[in-house]
């Protein structure tokens, strides 16, 4: 992949285990925990696409607050446990490699940015928590323009701070949604499969796919 001057990538169930914080408490949950936390994921993502359609937006704590009520209603969820699961999200865990793969990456020069549903405070409190403020150049909020991913707008941000062209972009994300989102933008997606998943016919195809950060190191 040649010419690339930015490294962008997405957070959530990227950078950071959008698990962890049910994860964390599968002991209250149970063996439900993770059906539950994929649920949660799921119905998060379902909102923000309606909302951007009905053009009722609501930021994505709201969101993730909104989501989190259903999914502890269907899994008969106490909700002693919701304010604790919600803290738990605002630290979410990076995935092992991702620490020592931004940094290898700061080290060549990349301008290095996420770009990510969260809003500004919910994405430095996650950024700062995991230590990994030093690491970015930007931290890139889809309330900039109000409308969430896959929405072009949201690709343009980068376009527009570091005035440069769509393929000068190699954008990860681990949502095939969104890799097809950026793809068709114009950005070198790559998707991260962590778990061997099956891609979206969304009229792109990535040329790389890899399932760790570590893969990056021979590809940029």
Known sequence: MKNIKAIIFDAYGTLFDVNSAAEKCKDKIGDKWEAFANYWRTTQLEYTWLRSLMKRHKDF?????????KSMKVFNIDNSMRNELLDLYKILSPYPEVPEILKSLKEKKYKLSILSNGTPSLLNELVKSNNLENLFDDVFSIEEVGIYKPDSKVYHLPIKKYKIKNNEVAFLSANTWDVSGGGNYGFNSIWVNRNNSIFDNLDYR????????????TII
């Open 206 to 217: 990535p040329q790389y796919e890899v399932k760790s950060l570590k893969e990056l190191i």
């Open 61 to 69: 704590w709201q969101v993730t607050e909104d989501s989190l009520d």
